[in-house]
């Protein structure tokens, strides 16, 4: 898996295009799509419409509403002229994938009203993979798209399901078109972009499973990290989040977030929760900074936005932390950010506890 990217958007059109050029001479009104209530030729221009609404959010910078606009074919368009429309739109959204800048966010309502280049890559994707097997099914043709799209796809939109035996039938599970062996079918779906905290100084970013595998195996996660790298605590957390994620228990609002600084656009930390919140409400959170950051207020700042986040939601109701005896500046951390001490302050203990409560 990997996270998706403008040429991932151009290999799942070229993909599309390919496949439906062997029926151009059938009348796409007369077929529907699969299961949809649309007719082929329907699909195929939500498909473009698709396109080119998620290239003009991204590079207009929507942020409330869809750019007010809609994709109209001329009068008299066939089929081959529709599967043009698609692969220029396909074309727009990759190019404006590849320029935006990596901090870009633009609006799409699921489910935290915004997206960022990977994920409207991702969704573009998305549309053309499922819709095109839609047409393909309607028409009777034949058409799989590589594994590592549907992967892709999957690690960045479907962060709560688990993966299946192999990418394509478990994204056609996870979206209502077909089924898995073990699980119930899927009736009612939305894809899951990650969810962006803002700070300050900086943004929180959650990490996505694509990230998160990148990051375990020792890359970057997508992110132009100050020092080089993230430190040791944001590579374990990611190896933990991509532990849940393959055993199907992710929640990803209460995964882990990369800080980015607004001033430069490099990730300095980590931040995150260690598992969702028990049923008392109560979650614990852990930190780190790369060396070159700490001593600034990053961590403080970033403490307070993650628990100004929490604490707002009907399903928690207290964060705790535990801070190693020694390490005094995050200690000092934690008390700038209104956690108080709840261990017991015993010369034995290695770690003490705080809590913030809300």
């Known amino acids: 898996m990997r996270l998706t990217n403008g040429d991932d958007v ?27 209530e649309w007719d082929c030729r329907a699909t195929a221009v939500h498909v473009a419409d698709d396109l080119i609404a998620y290239a003009a959010n991204l590079a207009g910078g929507a942020q409330d509403a869809y750019v007010p606009f809609e994709l109209t074919l001329d009068e008299g368009t066939d089929n081959a002229g529709l599967l043009h429309v698609v692969e220029t ?11 935006a800048p990596p901090g870009a966010r633009a609006f799409h309502p699921y489910p935290f009203r915004s997206a960022d280049r ?30 590592d799209l549907a992967a892709s796809v999957l690690a960045c939109l479907f962060p709560h399901v688990q993966p299946g035996p192999a990418p394509w039938p478990t994204l056609l599970w996870a979206t209502g078109r077909g089924e898995l062996p ?9 894809w899951n972009n990650n969810l962006a905290v803002p700070a300050e100084r900086l ?3 959650g990490v996505r499973p694509a990230a998160a595998h990148d990051l375990r195996l020792g890359g970057s996660g997508g992110f132009d990290w100050l020092g080089g790298g993230p430190y040791e605590g944001t590579r374990d957390a990611a190896s933990f989040l991509m532990k849940a994620y393959e055993a199907g228990v992710h929640r990803p609002e209460f995964g882990v977030f990369a800080l980015v600084r607004h001033e430069d656009g490099r990730a300095i930390g980590g931040i995150g929760f260690h598992r969702a919140p028990d049923e008392d409400g109560r ?4 930190y780190d ?5 700490r001593g600034q207020g990053y961590a403080t700042e970033a403490v307070r936005a ?9 399903d928690i109701s207290s964060l705790f932390a535990t801070v190693e005896r020694d390490n005094a500046a995050s200690h000092a951390v934690v008390g700038r950010a209104g956690f108080v001490r709840v261990s017991d302050e015993g010369e034995a203990a290695e770690e003490l506890a705080y809590e913030l409560r809300g």
Do not use: K, N, Q
């Open 289 to 293: 900074l790369v060396e070159d950051a």
């Open 89 to 99: 739109t396909g074309a727009l959204l990759a190019a404006t994938v590849r320029t």
């Open 182 to 190: 073990g699980r119930s079918p899927v009736t009612e779906w939305r």
């Open 118 to 147: 990977v994920g409207f890559a991702a969704m573009g994707i998305a549309e053309v993979l499922l819709h095109t097997h839609d047409m393909a099914e309607g028409l009777g043709i034949a058409y799989e798209p590589p594994g």
């Open 306 to 314: 993650l628990a100004r986040w929490a604490l707002a939601r009907d």
């Open 203 to 205: 943004t929180l970013v």
């Open 283 to 286: 979650v614990e959170i852990g």
């Open 10 to 36: 151009t290999e799942a059109v070229a993909g599309c295009t390919a496949v439906l050029r062997t029926v151009v001479d059938r009348d796409w009104t007369a077929v529907r799509a699969g299961r949809l």
